[in-house]
């Protein structure tokens, strides 16, 4: 029989299937609200906006990436108790791998949309000095989807991404590869605070600052390998500075998460004096952070429902 059939037309998603597994899991969806079910045609489909958080990678809207989050938040349960009971943290490499790929599925499509169009362009001069070539650390880079839109959009400038995860270095080598960029851009297993290299003319941070130990640590390492007119573009999750400025719908899916994951992330690197800032910071903190570590200029360049762009300078 033939397999399940996925066209665009029109702005919809529309699929037909004969295979009776797939003709009842159509149906759930439906029956969910995920899917549209039309009697007179016996078809399925996804109006604009399920396909937009349903079917469309390149969509700020896409779900998909953060429902492999919550699949890797569930498996790794029984983990996260005992942590609990303990009071020890859970390094990022003890988790499930969904939430590796789910995590780079999840930030891909919103840095895809604003990296380039938007928070570069806000960073005086950025743009610029990367089109006449630099060199740029990304420090947390995971999967390297952050990495790989700056090396294809700035040919002139030299990328290397970093991460403490040997299995994303991995990965991201292997888009790197796909990419047709192995050769201008690299990726190296390091930590934030032991990352080689110096004179860099950008460092970046990818939602990844509020996971680590000893936030001030990297952050002071950073800072020592600034060229002398660097900047550090810093993306952090939108958060208040207040509880009560983060009890809404960003809140709830980010507390949720740095439950499961953020917080205990940094409690295993640096145990009981682990910084444990988690993914609702706010500016206010993590400014705090900089300012501890010599930064002299804090700036909010840039903002989305879930992210806070900050410009850093020595």
Do not use: K
């Not at 919550?70 to 499930?96: C, K, L, P, Q, Y």
């Not at 790197?176 to 930590?191: I, K, P, Y």
């Not at 600034?226 to 999750?237: C, I």
């Amino acid at each position: 029989m033939p397999e399940t059939s996925l066209q665009h037309a029109r702005g919809r998603v529309r699929a037909t299937s004969t295979r009776e597994g797939d003709t009842e899991w159509l149906c759930a969806q439906a029956a969910s609200g995920y899917a549209n079910y039309d009697p007179a045609t016996g078809r399925f489909s996804l109006d604009a906006t399920q396909a937009a958080c349903l079917a469309d990678e390149s969509s700020t809207s896409f779900l998909a990436g953060g429902m492999a989050v919550v699949s890797s938040m569930h498996r790794d349960e029984d983990t996260v108790r005992a942590a609990f009971r303990s009071g020890e943290g859970i390094g990022w490499h003890e988790h499930n791998h969904d939430l590796f790929s789910g995590t780079e599925r999840f930030f891909r499509p919103g840095y895809t949309a604003n990296l380039l169009t938007s928070w570069i362009p806000a960073f005086s001069g950025l743009e610029q000095a990367l089109q006449r070539g630099i060199t740029v650390a990304d420090v947390g880079c995971g999967h390297g989807a952050s990495t790989l839109i700056m090396a294809e959009a700035f040919p002139r400038s030299t990328f290397v991404g970093f991460d403490a995860h040997p299995e994303s270095v991995v990965a991201a080598r292997s888009s790197a590869e796909a990419a047709g960029l192995a050769g201008r851009v690299a990726f190296e297993v390091a930590s934030a605070r032991e990352f080689p290299g110096e004179g860099y003319g950008l460092v970046c941070v990818f939602d990844a600052l509020h996971d680590m130990g000893d936030r001030t640590a990297a952050a002071v390492h950073i800072r020592s390998v600034l060229d002398d007119d660097a900047v550090v573009l810093l993306v952090e999750p939108a958060a208040g500075d207040r509880l009560e400025d983060n009890l809404g719908l960003v809140g709830r899916l980010f507390y949720s998460a740095s439950t499961f994951i953020c917080t205990p992330v940094s409690r295993d690197q640096d145990g009981p004096t682990a910084a444990c800032l988690g993914a609702q910071a706010g500016e206010a903190r993590l400014r705090r952070v900089l300012g501890d570590a010599g930064f002299a200029s804090v700036r909010r360049a840039a903002e989305t429902p879930f992210n806070m762009v900050l410009e850093v300078r020595p």
